[in-house]
């Protein structure tokens, strides 16, 4: 995982992110006001770094099928978000999903990658 979260490739900004790792604790489900699902939860990595932990949040049409301890890979987009709590601004950098996969499915790992690389080289131009 790489601590700047957009990178430069080209000369062209981007925010693409992938992590595979395990999901640490129960996933935090609510409805939003639109009928969608927000599921959030930490996906722990181990890498050179050590062990990272990285906040997902996976905004879904359907409830979110993933549980404690699956093996999973993420793709998505690095943001930071600002909220009000115990009456001070806080703000929170997370991992936003655009897709989240099962490690066992493995031609849906590869096609998610993939069409991180594509969305990769469609941002160069």
Excluded: C
């Excluded at 601004?89 to 996969?101: D, F, G, I, N, P």
């Amino acid at each position: 995982m790489r601590t700047r979260f957009s990178i430069l490739v080209s000369g062209v900004p981007m925010n693409v992110a992938i992590i595979a790792g395990q999901v640490l604790s129960k996933p935090n489900e609510r409805r939003l006001e639109s009928g969608d699902y927000a599921t959030a939860f930490d996906v722990v990595t181990e890498g050179e770094e050590g062990r990272l932990t990285v906040p997902v949040n996976w905004i879904t049409t359907v409830r979110a099928l993933v549980s404690e301890g699956d093996e999973i890979l993420v793709v998505g987009k690095v943001r930071r978000r600002f909220f009000q709590a115990a009456g001070h601004v806080q703000s929170r950098t997370e991992l936003l999903a655009e897709t989240v996969v099962a490690m066992r499915r493995r031609v849906a790992v590869r096609k998610a990658i993939e069409a991180a690389i594509r969305t990769i080289h469609a941002e160069q131009g």
